[in-house]
């Protein structure tokens, strides 16, 4: 199993602002996904950060909208960008150990 | 295209009864099922799977069976409890090399009555 924690947990932000979300894994791995989940609707996996390589994104998610780091094994951030309401969701950091995937606490973003 | 299908958005059970939760999938290529419990403000928490080669998996109060030919599993609660109210995601992997993904379906919120 791995434990993951994110920063912040909850934040409220102004439309337009950008707000970077920190995720740490307690055990070295080579992939961390990055999900959302928006109100009433399901997991939707956003990205996947390598480490030493650029993020793969999902369709309908840009780089120049939800920029990601991944400066190590332990490590990942997730920047969302010129945010508007539609932007309002729980984010989500998940790692995977053979099929079983575990995820940190998740951050709910408020944007007004 | 959802390759992983949760077609009950919601369901309601009397406590001490029995929760059945649905999921059907496409994707003959997918060889693990899991079921992952979501309570509102926390990351989604694994509760068990079963692997493509077996019909039945148990765990306590839950036990999640596969159909293969069907395309389909079903997650049993068995007594339903308070405490198992929450949102239910059924989730499916493929194995592919080291990258491996999980798909989900779009949940089931399951709440149980005292």
């Known amino acids: 199993s791995a434990v993951i924690s994110q920063k912040p947990s909850r934040d409220i932000c102004q439309r337009g602002t950008s707000l970077t979300i920190q995720c740490q894994v307690d055990?070295?791995?080579?992939?961390m996904f990055w999900y959302r989940q928006q109100p009433g609707q399901s997991l939707t996996l956003i990205a996947t950060?390598?480490?030493?390589?650029?993020?793969?994104?999902e369709s309908g998610f840009v780089i120049d909208k939800f920029p990601i780091s991944r400066p190590n094994l332990t490590f990942s951030t997730l920047t969302v960008s010129n945010m508007s309401p539609e932007d309002s969701s729980i984010y989500l950091c998940?790692?995977?150990?053979?099929?079983?995937?575990?995820f940190g606490p998740g951050t709910r973003l408020t944007v007004l | 295209d959802q390759q992983v299908k949760q077609n009950s958005p919601s369901l309601s059970v009397q406590e001490g009864r029995i929760s059945i939760l649905n999921c059907d999938y496409t994707?003959?290529?997918?060889?693990?099922f899991l079921w992952y419990k979501k309570y509102p403000a926390e990351g989604p928490t694994f509760l068990i799977s079963?692997?493509?080669i077996k019909d039945k998996n148990e765990d306590g109060r839950f036990t999640v069976f596969l159909n293969k030919s069907a395309k389909h599993l079903s997650l049993h609660i068995v007594p339903s409890q308070p405490g198992d109210s929450a949102v239910y995601f059924c989730?499916?992997?493929?194995?592919?090399?080291?990258?491996?993904?999980?798909?989900w379906g779009l949940g089931t919120s399951l709440a149980v009555n005292p």
């Open positions: 998940s790692v995977t150990s053979g099929p079983f995937g575990y």
């Open positions: 950060a390598n480490q030493g390589s650029e993020a793969t994104y």
């Open positions: 079963i692997s493509s």
């Open positions: 989730a499916a992997s493929e194995n592919a090399g080291n990258n491996r993904k999980l798909i």
């Open positions: 994707n003959s290529m997918f060889d693990y």
């Open positions: 055990s070295q791995v080579t992939m």
